[in-house]
């Protein structure tokens, strides 16, 4: 042994030489693990993305949104909860979805080729043309096609 080892003690805070960390080597050579960053949801997307729902025996494509709102609907009215209720009345209420009584406006049909006569007669019996289906139409075109043949 050399002259600098005997002097050396070893105790609190100084560790044999040959458990110390070699020059140039790092005590911890793995490193840090590495932050995971903020996770970025499009939520927009999330809310839109439509699924396959039965309602009423009949399946349906409905958004995320859809499905929600219908089923704080459902809450609200069977089992007459009144946070489902004061919650739905507050969505409406921002969302400005009161209904109001069109009194005017324009039409945006299906197609440019239906008659004029079918689109009043669909018109009367089930509303705007967002809410209208195949089978709508085709309860039109048989009332239209009838009409016709009487004449």
């Given at each position: 042994m050399?002259?600098?080892?005997?002097d050396y003690s070893i105790g609190y805070k100084r560790p044999p030489k040959q458990s110390q960390f070699k020059k140039g080597q790092s005590g911890n050579p793995g490193g840090r693990r590495k932050k995971s960053g903020p996770v970025h949801v499009d939520l927009e997307s999330i809310l839109n993305e439509t699924f396959q729902?039965?309602?009423a025996g009949r399946v349906q494509?409905?958004?995320a949104k859809e499905v929600e709102i219908r089923q704080i609907l459902k809450r609200a009215l069977e089992k007459k909860d009144f946070r489902a209720t004061a919650h739905l009345l507050g969505l409406f209420q921002k969302h400005n979805c009161f209904a109001t009584e069109r009194v005017c406006g324009v039409v945006n049909l299906p197609?440019?080729?239906?008659?004029?006569?079918?689109?009043?007669l669909l018109l009367e019996k089930y509303g705007v043309p967002e809410n209208w289906t195949k089978r709508h139409i085709a309860w039109g075109r048989k009332h239209v096609r009838g009409d016709q043949d009487r004449a």
């Open positions: 050399d002259h600098k080892q005997k729902v039965s309602v494509a409905m958004s197609t440019s080729r239906m008659p004029s006569r079918m689109a009043w």
